[in-house]
Each structure stands twice: as C-alpha cells, then as structure tokens.
C-alpha cells in the first residue's frame, strides 16, 4: 500500500538556517504534521509503513509526541481508577463485614446517579443548584 505525501499533505517550504539535530548523539530528522481525522489511525498507519520500509538495524523511527502523551495518559488513569476501584471494594468490605455486598453497593451509585439524570429528562425538569450539589456529592461518595 503506497500513500502518496501530496494526497495527505500539503507543502510548505521554510527557509530555515542549515543544522543536524541529534538526539543522544544520534543524527534525528523530525516531521511534524497537523492530521485531520482519527489520530489514531493515522499514526499506526505511518507506523506500519515505517516498520515496512525502515527495517533494518541502521534506522530507527520512532513516533512521539502527543500519541505517546496519551498513550501514557491513558496507561495512568487506568491504573488510578482500578486501583480506586479496588480500595473502595476493600474498604466496603471489612464496612459491611461481606464481599457479596459490596459489588451491590458500587454498582447501586452510578446507576443511581444515570436513573435520576434519566428521570429528569424524562419529566422535562432542568437540574437546578441543589440537584447538582447532590449529584456531586452522590458522585464524591463514589
């Protein structure tokens, strides 16, 4: 599969003072590009063109940047909601002394919290002041 530069990009030539860049000592070339679309997409598509065309042991491509930040975003916050998850089991556990009840009470929150939202939109009400500081504190309690 052959991607021609001119369908996906357009050219911009800047006159720049001539230098090698290196990173590590090693000579870098950087591309920077403005993508349209999927993100994601469009990198694991670069990705696996350079993987074709560049395998070899002389080049490295490496794709960073705003991908690699939120590859790494999301890694995190994965993590820091399982392990809240966890905690808050833990901690309903040895509260109610049972681990049969603890899932119920986790999954009674959220479920609340989308059955009110839900029977507003279904009445026609807006949420006013009051109704949002109980939603927040509904979702704090989470």
Request: charged residues 15%; neutral net charge; proline residues 2%.
């Amino acid at each position: 599969m052959t991607i021609q530069l001119k369908r996906t990009a357009q050219e911009n030539f800047v006159k720049t003072l001539p230098a090698i860049k290196r990173i590590e000592g090693e000579r870098t070339y950087l591309i920077a590009a403005n993508v349209k679309g999927n993100f994601t997409k469009a990198v694991a598509a670069i990705q696996e063109i350079l993987n074709n065309k560049y395998n070899n042991d002389n080049v490295h491509c490496v794709i960073s940047g705003e991908i690699l930040a939120m590859k790494e975003a999301l890694t995190h916050v994965s993590f820091a909601l399982a392990l809240g998850a966890i905690i808050i089991f833990m901690i309903l556990a040895s509260e109610f002394e049972s681990l049969f009840q603890s899932p119920i009470v986790m999954a009674v929150i959220p479920l609340g919290i989308v059955g009110a939202v839900f029977s507003l939109f279904i009445t026609g009400q807006y949420i006013i002041q009051y109704q949002c500081s109980v939603l927040l504190c509904l979702w704090e309690a989470l």
